[in-house]
């Protein structure tokens, strides 16, 4: 199993560009989850996903979509990219609920917007 | 505003040491506590998990919560300089299922 895979691993955007950050598991995990993790912080939580088409907002979701067609494969959109969401990315997923099982971590995506 | 607070560090131990790392949370609902580390520029990954009140011990390493202080630490025996990563708690959120609320994390640094 590869686990969470995401790409790019790094990114350079020019303000008010667009971009998808790709994430995929192969572990048939119905959660998903994306943070960000800002220089010296605790991650965040963007957006999370419980199944195929369920999405729902965490704490810091303004500037990003997210959408779940299928269980393997939960993309991050960031539209009109600023400054400030320059961040590392992280994709995570777990089988169950957060109560019941970890989550796995995917390597990472780092964004910098200029 | 649910909390999650760590002291950031560095806590610089020597080797063969036992380094004790203390989180506290805000929220009285929390049910589980977890503790991640992450090496630089990696992503984080599990090393302990604690649902009940007490210590849970896993090798060298040795969860503790006690709900009533609203406190979770992790206790690292023997500590080698490969344990020099920042740690991350992470706590769940009473009432919201599927998030968690992470810390800033601690800095260990483990001297040889």
Known sequence: NAGVTQTPKFRILKIGQSMTLQCAQDMNHNYMYWYRQDPGMGLKLIY???GAGITDKGEVPNGYNVSRSTTEDFPLRLELAAPSQTSVYFCASSPTGIGQETQYFGP???LLVL | ???VEQNSGPLSVPEGAIASLNCTYSDRG???FFWYRQYSGKSPELIMFIYSNGDKEDG??????NKASQYVS???RDSQPSDSATYLCAVDSWGATNKLIFGTG??????P
């Open chain 1, 48 to 50: 999370y996903s419980v």
């Open chain 2, 30 to 32: 929390s049910q589980s």
């Open chain 2, 1 to 3: 505003q649910k909390e």
């Open chain 2, 106 to 111: 601690t800095l260990l640094a483990v001297q």
């Open chain 2, 74 to 76: 992790l206790l690292i």
């Open chain 2, 60 to 65: 060298r390493f040795t969860a503790q919560l």
């Open chain 1, 108 to 110: 990472g995506t780092r």
